[in-house]
């Protein structure tokens, strides 16, 4: 029994041998901390690359839209109706409304449909600026090539080389919206001439105009990496830099905006 006793009694014991040490625990942690470190940008960057990936699946099934609307019509969706019916919520007085009853065939859209399927950026944050006291189902993440502004101002509406249409005027009716559509072989260029991207304003609008303007809105920065998709007129997708899209002024850049395939930089 003595000697029994006498040998627990000196085993040696082993806790404190396999026990981790503070300066141990400290490495870990800090190893761990190298990895996470190393590994959230390429996580940031693999959900912006997926989010990039089916943005540019909406433009793709948008494009196609388009073309169906254009073997129907012989010509594009002027920007809003000739005669602006009132009855019609604002979504479905523009380009909008056209191509999903004519180009996606549904002839009675819910409502607010455009924050939904392929309307819908998930890349696309707003700022509190544009989402403070609004209606979130108003805004647009996908615009249409309305050539509005020229990059310094508001163009004339007589002197307009986007998709929005030929203007009109209708002496008298100051209220009345009217538009020529621009006929699909006026389009000199297609496979060059840009029809729908990325909305920076939510106004359903693609506008020429400083980034900065559309840095005070929302994500135009993050959201494609700097970036921003376009479908175009042949319904091939592209991804243009910021700079070049908005901002460069040569002739290339300028085309892309104006269905005679000129930069225009007179106007």
């Known amino acids: 029994m003595v000697s029994t006793i006498d040998n627990l009694n000196s085993r040696k014991p082993i806790a404190a041998s396999t026990a981790f040490t503070l300066v141990e625990l400290l490495v870990v942690i800090g190893i761990i901390a190298i990895i996470a470190a190393l590994l959230l940008p390429i996580l940031s960057r693999s959900k912006s690359a997926a989010q990039s990936a089916n943005c540019k699946s909406n ?11 254009l073997s129907d019509n012989r010509c594009y ?4 109706f000739q005669t602006k019916p009132l009855s019609l919520p ?36 707003w700022s509190d600026q544009m989402t403070s006291g609004n209606d979130l189902n108003g805004l647009t993440d996908y615009g249409y090539n309305d050539d509005k502004f020229n ?10 080389f986007g998709l929005e249409g030929h203007y009109r005027p209708a002496p ?17 260029a297609p496979s060059e001439m840009m029809a729908v991207g990325d909305c920076f304003e939510a106004n ?18 993050e959201r494609h990496q700097g970036k921003a998709n376009v479908v175009f007129c ?10 070049f899209l908005f901002e460069d002024t040569n002739d290339v850049a300028l085309a892309r905006w104006n269905f ?3 930069p225009h930089r007179d106007k």
């Open 59 to 69: 433009l793709k099934q948008l494009g196609a839209s388009l073309h169906i609307f």
């Open 77 to 80: 969706p002027t920007n809003v």
């Open 90 to 125: 604002n979504s479905e007085r523009f380009w909008l409304g056209k191509l999903v009853r004519e180009g996606l065939g549904i002839p009675q859209p819910s409502t607010n449909f455009q924050r939904s399927g392929v309307w819908r950026c998930p890349g696309a944050r």
């Open 151 to 160: 990059g310094k101002g508001p163009r004339d509406s007589t002197n307009k």
């Open 172 to 188: 008298g009716f100051a209220s009345t919206w009217s538009f020529i559509p621009i006929a699909e072989n006026e389009v000199v």
């Open 204 to 221: 359903a609008l693609l506008m020429r105009r400083p980034i900065e303007i559309f840095a005070e809105f929302g994500n135009i920065l």
């Open 234 to 243: 042949d319904a091939h997708v592209d991804s243009p830099k910021l700079q």
């Open 260 to 262: 005679d395939h000129q």
